[in-house]
T-cell receptor
Framework: EAQVTQNPRYLITVTGKKLTVTCSQN?????MSWYRQDPGLGLRQIYY???????DKGDVPEGYKVSRKEKRNFPLILESPSPNQTSLYFC??????????????FGQGTRLTVV | GENVEQHPSTLSVQEGDSAVIKCTYS??????FPWYKQELGKRPQLIID?????GEKKDQRIAVTLNKTAKHFSLHITETQPEDSAVYFC??????????????FGKGTRLHILP
């Protein structure tokens, strides 16, 4: 079954304690991306990756890091989380080709609370 | 870069009536326009999409129209039902994707279907 898997689904942590949210896809997609979803602000892109070892900043990259060492995995790292990073996070992946297989698949979401 | 404006942010319609959500985009090179539906507590999922070489596409009660000249596209839902209550996101992209291409989403429309 084609899927994007994020872990954990829920996380409560304290300010400054490093954390990693994992994302894995089994569709051999080149493109992977992280979004945060906040009320009234929609889906804002944090980082994206076109392929292995290629990562680029999205619209709200401050306070986040990513890596793409393997095609299937794209972890999101918060080195020193702060309360303003409390949000719902989604990982997504898609094929980068022309006009077929263009759907973006989303993970189940990770609800992060930083206290 | 691409910017996508989505209106309205909230929409309430009586069950059985029609709902229309509108999006405008800034980059005239965009050629692929998907719509995603996010039910409460769930991940966004693709419901319909349209390519720039097509003016309209229909799938049962859902239709999307595209006006390339005006750079806007709309989602139309007819005979609305309770299960249509959700947040809807539009997006604009260029396909095939290059390194500078990102998937940019509108801020979302929360659709309420009233009994």
């Amino acid at each position: 079954e084609a899927q994007v898997t994020q872990n954990p689904r829920y996380l409560i942590t304290v300010t400054g304690k490093k954390l990693t949210v994992t994302c894995s896809q089994n569709m051999n997609h080149e493109y992977m991306s992280w979004y945060r979803q906040d009320p009234g602000l929609g889906l804002r892109q944090i980082y994206y990756s076109m392929n292995v070892e290629v990562t680029d900043k999205g619209d709200v990259p401050e306070g986040y890091k990513v890596s793409r060492k393997e095609k299937r995995n794209f972890p999101l790292i918060l080195e020193s989380p702060s309360p303003n990073q409390t949000s719902l996070y989604f990982c997504a992946s898609t094929y980068t080709g022309e006009m077929w297989n263009t759907e973006a698949f989303f993970g189940q979401g990770t609800r992060l609370t930083v206290v | 870069g691409e910017n996508v404006e989505q209106h309205p942010s909230t929409l309430s319609v009586q069950e059985g009536d029609s709902a229309v959500i509108k999006c405008t985009y800034s980059d005239s090179a965009s050629n692929y326009f998907p719509w995603y539906k996010q039910e409460l507590g769930k991940r966004p999922q693709l419901i319909i999409d349209i390519r720039s070489n097509v003016g309209e596409k229909k799938d049962q009660r859902i239709a999307v129209t595209l006006n390339k000249t005006a750079k806007h596209f709309s989602l139309h839902i007819t005979e609305t039902q309770p299960e249509d209550s959700a947040v809807y996101f539009c997006a604009a992209q260029f396909r095939p994707m290059n390194r500078d291409d990102k998937i940019i989403f509108g801020k979302g429309t929360r659709l309420h279907i009233l009994p």
